[in-house]
Each structure stands twice: as structure tokens, then as C-alpha cells.
């Protein structure tokens, strides 16, 4: 069978072009002779359905709107946020279920409180301050987002939670909400709130968000940076100001550790991408933040769009993975290395519409790629954790308003940055995880918006193909048939990809004598560098 005529929409390759390479994709022996089950095939964590029946109800769905605009799709926006025209209290429990089919809202756990159908009913029944909804109208925040409406009441009624939603669905806002139920004062005994995310961009956005959110109170929002841990342990008086923290990791264990911060009033802890913050290396940490935590009624929330299966109260939005309908993801075989750069030339030549983010898999070849694209005639930056802290800010701003067109960035800038105009995002390097994966294109397609996400495919990348396939269709893309015969990775192979990258050969069109000389001069000069230093971020 030829199993490159069923290629169809969301997967690229060049037949003439790559003829030698068929083989590598051809499918296993097994996999040929059943249908493959792929609900079953999906990590069991991101299997947020749970059910094949919404499977085959995506796939007819997606053929009946086959040749429309990704713009015109399922009303893009409206998404994740539906106009509720009854915004009465729940009649009965067959309303409420009702409700959460509507929006995709799947909740486990006892005794859950109601789900609100807007901010208004929110903010009355729950009884925040005046103060949150003024600043949710001031920042055009209308209507709650399926996370929303139901993660918050389950958090104001001072129960532990595990939240799983898309990219882009507004999480943020779910659980600064919740915060803001409880801490809407100062109070003048340090912190009694603690959010811990993995970077320290994505601590700044949270940090920034709050601060509107808080707009015109007394209730104050530390960011905690080298500079405010410093002045915190100068002046211990400093550290009774604030209310609320928002901190990396590692930030806060070396605060911990020197005496230098007190958490012993803290009654919420949230960890933003939890799911990156238990694993090794962030473990560690957040077991010493929660040993410092030690007031009785701590209250624990988790979340993050990839996680994995436990127990307590837990709220999964149904759209799986990212925004489902709003990104056009593709699959693009390149055959060898060197293939990548053509790809993006062409590209880049044929025109494209920015601002794009390009994910690689190491600092080194963020670096080498930047060298190649700098002199394309495009604004191209690149972000990764050797620059400094000033030029990651200054970078972010930059690409932010528009003045950078691309910017090439490591797993540093996968989670949960809120670019909200990135227009395509692309997989220069095949992802480590289906995790990383989703996380990486969750970048574009946020609230609601059209994006698009490209994967480059070279030959070392094939027998891991899979995972990202499964992914793909389960998000109710377009996926030949034959890539879905394709042999999964076995348990090991996973675990094996995510410790350690494929190895690749350098992105480079130097000639190798050109290489050679230049590898001498920097041999010459990395002599004299230090050793990077380790850092909170996740790469
Ligand atoms: N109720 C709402 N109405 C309109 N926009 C919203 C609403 N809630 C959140 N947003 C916007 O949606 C965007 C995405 O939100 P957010 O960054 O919280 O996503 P997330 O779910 O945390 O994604 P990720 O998993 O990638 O971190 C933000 O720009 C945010 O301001």
C-alpha cells in the first residue's frame, strides 16, 4: 500500500523530494492490522476527554467544516467565552449539568460548589469586593472563561484543586480570582498568599496581572526578584508590607534557606504549571516552600494545561489540548537537518505573517540558528536563559509591540507566556514531550485567536512521530491515516527523549572548513568564560 497517497491536511511531505526516506515511516507490523484506538494511544494525563465517542464526534465535526477559514471556525472567540444571556442563580442539579456539557467543564471530587454563568453572578454570590469587579470591567474582562466559572467557586469555598485547561483559557485570572477572595486587604503580617510559577517571565506576567486586578487598592502584590529579596533582608520591615507574593521556585527556596522570609501566614499556594514544578530538579524546591508554609489552613491549588491523573477536586475543561479549532497545526518532513533552514528561508522569502516564535531544542542552537536568520533581512531576536535578566525584559517588550518579527527562543518561553498576537509557531526542533509540545503551540491560537503551528520532521525524528500524531488528532486535526499506523514509542523510548534531545548536526551552511576555524577561535575563548550558572528556568 502506498501509504504517502493518503496524505491529507496538517502533514507535508515532499514525495519526490524525499523518496529514500519512505521507509523510516512506514508503519509497524501491528499497528497495520487493527484499528488504532487513539484515545488509548494519548498519554493517559492528557487524555482530558477520556472517551473515544467526542473523538469520532471531533473528526465528523472537523469534515463538515473542511475548506472553512480557521477565522470562521466554531466562532474562534467565542471559544472559551460564551455570552450567557440567563444569568439567574441554578434551578436545579439537571440545570447545573447542563450547564457544564455546555462548556465543556468536567469536574471530580465531593460535594463541588456550583459553577457561575458570569462575573456578575460570581462577584454577588461569592461576595468579592466591589473593587474586583470594577477592575475586571476596567480591564475587559466580560465574561468568565469555562476555567473561570468554575474553578473559582470551588476555590473560594476553601477547597484544594487541581486544574487542568487549554493554552490561552484564561487560567491566570482563574486563580488570582480566587486569591483576591480571600486577601482583598492589607493586613500587615507579610505574606498570606504565595504564587510560584517556573520562570521568571511568567512570574512577571502573573505579578502584572494582579497589580491590575488590585488597581487603586491598598492590598499589595510582591514580585519577588534578587533586588526585592535583597531589600526584604535588609529591612525585615519591608517584608510586612506586601500581602500577596509572586515568586519563582528557586527565588524563594534561597529566602527560605537564608532566614530571610516568613510563610508561615500563607493560607493559598498556587502552583502555575505544576505539572513542570513536580518534576525532579523544581521537586526539591517545592517541597521546602511547603514545609515553610506551615499555617493549618493552607489551601493548595494546581494548575497548568498538562497534567498528570490524581485526585482531589479537579476541573478539566474539555478542549483538551490548547484552542483546539483555533490552531491550524502541520506536520513538515524535512528529511535531514539542513533541510530546516530551507524551509524557514522559504518562508521567510515567500512572505509571512508575524510575529512568529521559533523553538529549538539548546541555547546553542538558539544562538547558531539567530546567526543564520540575522541577516535575512527580518527582526530576529533570541531569548534564552544566558542572556541577562535586562535583556530578556527588553526582548519580551520588544517582541510584545511588534518590533521583533521573530524570535528564537528554547523550552524557556513554552509555558505560559501570554503572547496574544503570536501568529504561527515553529517547532524547529522536534519537542521532547507531547507535553512540551502543547505547551510550545499553546503560544499562539490564545483566547480565542487563529494561529498556526508548524513541526519540522527530519528522519531521527520519526520513531517519536507518533506522539505528536496522537496529540494532533485528539485536538480534532486533520491526520493521514497512515501516520496514525505508525509504531508508539515505547514507555522507555518517551522517557528516553525527554531526558535527553535528539542529537542533531549544527545549524550551519558554513562550509567545514570555515567551521573548523571558527571552532578553534571559540575553543580559544569559552577557556576563559565560567560555567553558566544553574537557573530557575526549565531547560
Ligand atoms: N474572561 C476573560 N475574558 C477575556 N480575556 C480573557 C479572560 N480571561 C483571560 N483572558 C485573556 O486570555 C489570555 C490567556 O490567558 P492566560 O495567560 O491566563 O492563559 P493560560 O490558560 O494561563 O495559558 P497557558 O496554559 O499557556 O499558561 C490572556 O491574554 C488573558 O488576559
Known amino acids: 500500500m502506498d501509504f504517502f497517497k493518503l496524505l491529507g491536511a496538517g502533514a507535508k511531505f515532499d514525495k519526490a523530494r524525499f523518496k529514500e526516506d519512505i521507509s523510516v ?38 469534515k463538515k467544516t ?18 450567557e444571556d440567563d444569568h439567574s442563580p441554578f434551578q436545579s442539579e439537571s440545570e447545573v449539568a447542563e450547564f457544564l456539557k455546555k462548556h465543556r467543564i468536567k469536574v471530580t471530587g465531593s460535594d463541588v460548589p456550583h459553577p457561575v454563568k458570569s462575573f456578575d453572578m460570581l462577584c454577588k454570590e461569592h461576595e468579592f469586593p466591589a473593587f474586583v469587579q470594577r477592575n475586571l470591567q476596567k480591564f475587559g474582562f466580560r465574561q468568565p472563561t469555562p476555567i473561570q466559572m468554575q474553578a473559582v467557586p470551588i476555590a473560594v469555598h476553601r477547597r484544594d484543586l487541581i486544574a487542568n485547561a487549554p493554552t490561552g483559557s484564561g487560567k491566570t485570572l482563574a486563580f488570582l480570582l480566587s486569591i483576591l477572595h480571600d486577601i482583598n486587604t492589607p493586613e500587615k503580617e507579610g505574606f498570606r498568599a504565595v504564587v510560584v510559577s517556573p520562570t521568571r517571565e511568567l512570574a512577571t506576567q502573573i505579578y502584572e496581572h494582579m497589580r491590575n486586578l488590585t488597581f487603586g487598592q491598598k492590598v499589595k502584590t510582591c514580585l519577588m526578584t534578587k533586588k526585592a529579596a535583597t531589600l526584604q533582608a535588609e529591612d525585615p520591615m519591608m517584608r510586612q508590607r506586601y500581602d500577596i507574593l509572586v515568586t519563582t521556585p528557586l527565588r524563594l527556596v534561597h529566602s527560605i534557606q537564608k532566614g530571610e522570609i516568613n510563610l508561615k501566614h500563607v493560607r493559598r499556594l498556587v502552583l502555575d504549571e505544576a505539572d513542570t514544578l513536580m518534576e525532579k ?24 494545561a498538562t497534567m498528570p491523573s490524581s485526585d482531589p477536586v479537579r476541573v478539566i475543561i ?30 521567510i522569502a515567500s512572505g509571512f505573517k508575524p510575529p512568529c516564535l521559533i523553538f529549538v531544542q539548546s541555547i546553542d542552537r538558539a544562538q547558531e540558528l539567530f546567526r543564520e536568520l540575522v541577516f535575512e533581512g527580518i527582526n530576529v531576536d533570541v531569548i534564552h536563559s544566558d542572556r541577562t535578566q535586562t535583556q530578556r525584559n527588553r526582548i519580551i517588550q520588544k517582541f510584545r509591540s511588534g518590533a521583533l518579527w521573530v524570535l528564537i527562543c528554547t523550552e524557556l518561553m513554552a509555558r505560559g507566556i501570554d503572547f496574544k498576537g503570536v501568529n504561527m509557531v515553529i517547532n524547529y526542533d522536534f519537542p521532547q514531550s507531547a507535553q512540551s509540545y502543547i505547551h510550545r503551540i499553546g503560544r499562539t491560537g490564545r483566547a480565542g485567536r487563529a494561529g498556526k503551528a508548524i513541526t519540522y520532521i527530519t528522519k531521527e525524528d520519526a520513531p517519536y512521530l507518533r506522539v505528536i500524531v496522537n496529540v494532533m488528532r485528539q485536538s480534532g486535526c486533520d491526520v493521514p491515516e497512515w501516520m496514525l499506523e505508525m509504531k508508539n514509542p515505547t514507555n522507555n523510548d518517551r522517557k528516553k527523549l525527554k531526558k ?18 571558527h571552532q578553534k577561535k571559540a575553543d580559544g575563548q569559552s577557556k576563559a568564560k565560567k560555567p553558566r550558572a544553574k537557573s530557575d528556568d526549565s531547560e
Not at 30 to 48: C, G, I, M, N, Y
Not at 68 to 75: A, D, E, K, M, R
Not at 321 to 330: C, E, H, P, R, Y
Open 66 to 83: 473542511a475548506g472553512v477559514p480557521t477565522s470562521q471556525l466554531s466562532g474562534s472567540a467565542s471559544q472559551y467565552i460564551h455570552t
Open 318 to 347: 474539555g478542549a483538551m489540548n490548547s484552542a483546539t479549532d483555533t490552531i491550524d497545526q502541520q506536520l513538515v518532513y524535512v528529511g535531514q537537518e539542513e533541510g530546516k533552514l530551507v524551509e524557514v528561508r522559504n518562508m
Open 25 to 62: 515511516f512506514k508503519p509497524s507490523k501491528r499497528a497495520a492490522h487493527h484499528t488504532v484506538d487513539v484515545v488509548d494511544s494519548v498519554p493517559k494525563e492528557l487524555d482530558f476527554f477520556g472517551d473515544h465517542g467526542r473523538q469520532q464526534q471531533q473528526q465528523q465535526q472537523k
Open 500 to 517: 535527553k534531545p535528539v542529537e542533531r548536526k549544527d545549524i550551519s551552511t558554513k562550509p567545514n572548513y570555515a567551521k573548523k576555524r
Open 281 to 304: 530538579g523544581f521537586l526539591e524546591q517545592v517541597d521546602e516552600i511547603l514545609a515553610a508554609c506551615t499555617s493549618p489552613n493552607l489551601q493548595i491549588s494546581l494548575f497548568s
